[in-house]
Antibody, heavy 121, light 109 residues
Framework: EVQLVESGGDLVKPGGSLRLSCAAS????????MTWVRQAPGKGLEWVGR??????????DYAAPVKGRFTISRDDSKNTLYLQMNSLKTEDTAVYYC????????????WGQGTLVTVSS | QSALTQPPSASGSPGQSVTISCTGT?????????VSWYQQHPGKAPKLMIY???KRPSGVPDRFSGSKSGNTASLTVSGLQAEDEADYYC?????????FGGGTKLTVL
């Protein structure tokens, strides 16, 4: 069974940094494409970015609002996905979900439970 | 990339059918057969219900079906049940990105 557990969410001041982690189990993490999706309080889902499997180059793509500020990385030896968030803004306040990404259908598939990031002074 | 357009709300009585639309452009919904639908109950993570326009993951009831015509995709829930009350989101592959709809709150009357 696919399990994804996010951690690292916290209260941070505008302009600050935070790193989220997503521990994966129940599947071959090194072969998986992974993605981050966020949801602001009371709002809809917003795609953050995606990282391909290492075998496919481990390259990343980002949504325009976070490009240049957020970085997705992976450590296949630890079965862990990361989201480094810099220059945080109040509008980055959201629950952040990690999910597996099916390249054959272009869709996030299995989701973690999410971790809350609050950006406020 | 603009969000896909969904109606904010939909409703139906138990046993009835309801259809939720999701309108995009030729750069996303219309350009690929990569539309997915998610169900989200309050305080829970989204759950994949439909992928590839009309495919159901294992364990999803066949009461849930998807279709697409041009730039508009649709999710139909037949034989509505109380537990179907939730928020529903569509998503589409859009080249190097993914775009979501704004969400539809489905109420079972």
């Amino acid at each position: 069974e696919v399990q994804l557990v996010e951690s690292g969410g916290d209260l941070v001041k505008p302009g600050g940094s935070l790193r989220l982690s997503c521990a994966a189990s129940g599947f071959t993490f090194s072969d998986a494409w992974m993605t981050w999706v966020r949801q602001a309080p009371g709002k809809g889902l917003e795609w953050v970015g995606r990282i391909k499997s290492t075998r496919h180059g481990g390259t990343t793509d980002y949504a325009a609002p976070v490009k240049g500020r957020f970085t997705i990385s992976r450590d296949d030896s630890k079965n862990t996905l990361y989201l480094q968030m810099n220059s945080l803004k109040t509008e980055d306040t959201a629950v952040y979900y990690c999910a597996t990404y099916d390249s054959g259908s272009g869709s996030p598939t299995s989701w973690g439970q999410g971790t809350l990031v609050t950006v406020s002074s | 990339q603009s969000a896909l357009t969904q109606p904010p709300s939909a409703s139906g009585s138990p046993g009835q059918s309801v259809t939720i639309s999701c309108t995009g452009t030729s750069s996303d919904v219309g350009g690929y057969n990569f539309v997915s639908w998610y169900q989200q109950h309050p305080g829970k993570a989204p759950k994949l219900m439909i992928y590839g326009v009309s495919k159901r993951p294992s364990g999803v009831p066949d009461r849930f079906s998807g279709s697409k015509s041009g730039n508009t995709a649709s999710l139909t829930v037949s034989g509505l049940q109380a537990e179907d009350e939730a928020d529903y989101y569509c998503s589409s592959y859009a080249g190097s990105s993914v775009v979501f709809g704004g969400g539809t709150k489905l109420t079972v009357l």
